[in-house]
């Protein structure tokens, strides 16, 4: 059995004084790839932002361990420095730095050296195309001007770039056509296949999940995990929907 990355017991989390979590347990381990799905409120992306540090999620019960280590008493940089990614639902616009200098400052930060030029610059190059990113995007200011799926294409290029040990992708296909869906799977599993990093991937549509492996499915109602599959639950769910959870 391959090394445990997280380990989530009991996990209770309140937003605003509401409990959104009623006991979460989730275990991954590396290289898995987990899909988290479930209507909408249920507390899929509250997960996502609790496990990274999002302080407007606060923890309220249960004991998270990544790679080892209490994952709760970690600060949020602390987080993403030990490996762990989440990539946003709406990426912000960061004036005033590049796409370039912003990921090389994070792979800087995350190693703690400093990154060679060519080198860096030939990676990015390679990952871009993969995501089929106009090179011009490199060198201008983190999101301001791009398109919706130019943001997305952003957040997985700086998932590959970063290689964490668990990137969590939150609902990173919504709002994309057919062919922005296609270009982001293309990163999204070669993230998968270049090591043994581990997913977990919340999202409504499955278009994402065709070319990989997924090893573990979760369906997420009303703040918990009410069944767990392989697969198949996620083609049970797109034959059925949700109603036989709801119940």
């Given amino acids: ?42 507390g899929k992306s509250t997960l996502g932002n609790a496990l990274m540090g999002n302080p407007n999620y606060e923890v309220t019960d249960g004991t998270v361990t990544f790679k080892g280590e209490n994952l709760l008493d970690m600060e949020v940089c602390d987080r993403a420095k030990s490996g762990l990614f989440l990539s946003f639902q709406t990426p912000i616009e960061v004036p005033g730095i590049s796409l370039s200098n912003f990921i090389r400052n994070s792979v800087d930060v995350k190693t703690g050296e400093k990154s060679r030029l060519l080198p860096f610059r030939r990676k990015l190059m390679e990952k871009m195309d993969i995501l089929d990113m106009d090179v011009s995007y490199a060198e201008r200011d983190l999101n301001v001007g791009f398109s919706g799926g130019e943001k997305k294409k952003a957040e997985i290029l700086q998932m590959l770039m970063l290689n964490p040990d668990l990137a969590i992708l939150d609902e990173t296909d919504s ?22 990093g581990a997913m977990i991937i919340i999202t409504h549509s499955t278009k994402i999940l065709e070319s990989l492996q997924v090893d573990y499915t979760h369906v997420l109602v009303d703040g918990r995990i009410v069944a767990t599959g392989g697969r198949e639950l996620v083609d049970e769910i797109n034959e059925n929907g949700f109603e036989k959870y709801l119940k």
């Avoid at 445990?4 to 009623?22: F, P, Q």
């Avoid at 347990?25 to 290289?31: A, E, I, P, S, W």
């Avoid at 057919?178 to 090591?195: C, K, M």
């Fill in 1 to 42: 059995m391959s090394e445990e990355i997280l380990k989530v017991e009991n996990l209770k989390v309140s937003v605003g004084g509401n409990e959104i979590l009623h006991g979460i347990d989730l275990t991954v381990r590396k290289g898995e790839t987990h899909v988290l799905m479930g209507p909408n409120g249920a």
């Fill in 175 to 196: 709002g994309l056509d057919i062919d922005a869906v296609r270009t982001v799977s293309r990163g999204v599993h070669d993230f998968h296949e270049s090591g043994e």
